[in-house]
């Protein structure tokens, strides 16, 4: 009776093991959705059939593999989803502003001067007016380029030159009134106030030549209110050998030294 027993225990559970079994087989061969192994395995979902076509993309049921499943030129794959291209166009009325559709896709007005009409040119993407110039030489007599028309030029501002002095000396020679009368009178002219900074060539001791320079701007000043420029607009400042243009050693040529010996003018 015992031993009739067990074996119909034993019945009922190989028959549970091959049922089990077989629900296992069932299972690994359908996977749950969204989860898929083929495009057939989608087809049959919910989702499938509401969509009408799914595919199966690295084990996930998704609305596209390629752009040309989603069946419209305006529409593009990303990410398993069908989305709109940007700047899609058929025809140039798609595009916004003065864009036009090259190849399906809105883009700048122009690629190239090519693109745009008679006195036109390209410029940023857009046909804008050629300019009537490009440099002061395209414009007329008495005329320069700005921003791409020629203007009237303005008249050129006077000049306040340098004086230059002889060797260990601070009187003023010929040349040096000379330019200091055309230099007074542009003072006056602009009405402006000027520094005049009195220099040194390098030879002498620093003190003798800081001496030196300072005369030498002295005496530009006085020649200057001589010749009626305000005194109150003109001050003086003294570099000795401080700040040479060239440097010519003791033994240097005169032509060297000549440069530096010097008062120029700081406009204020």
Known sequence: MKESVAMSLRRVFALFSVAALMALTSVACRPDFP??????HCA???AGQAESRLYCVNGLCQQ????????DASMECRAGVCEEIPGYCVGTGDCPGNQVCRENRCGPECMSNDECGEGTICEGGSCVAEPECSEDGD??????CRRGVCEEAP????QIDTVYFTYDSSTLDDDARNVLQNNAACIQ???VSVQIAGHADE??????????SERRARSVRSYLTSLGVSGSSVTTVAYGDSRLVRVCQEGGPE???RANRRAEFDVR
């Open 203 to 212: 030879r002498g001791t620093t003190e003798y030549n800081i001496a030196l």
């Open 35 to 40: 989860n898929c192994e083929t495009d057939a």
């Open 155 to 158: 008249e050129q501002a006077c």
């Open 255 to 257: 032509s060297c030294h």
């Open 64 to 71: 596209c593999r390629t752009s040309e499943d989603c069946g």
């Open 139 to 144: 414009c007329g007599e008495g005329q320069r």
């Open 189 to 191: 002219e602009r009405g």
């Open 44 to 46: 049959d979902s919910e």
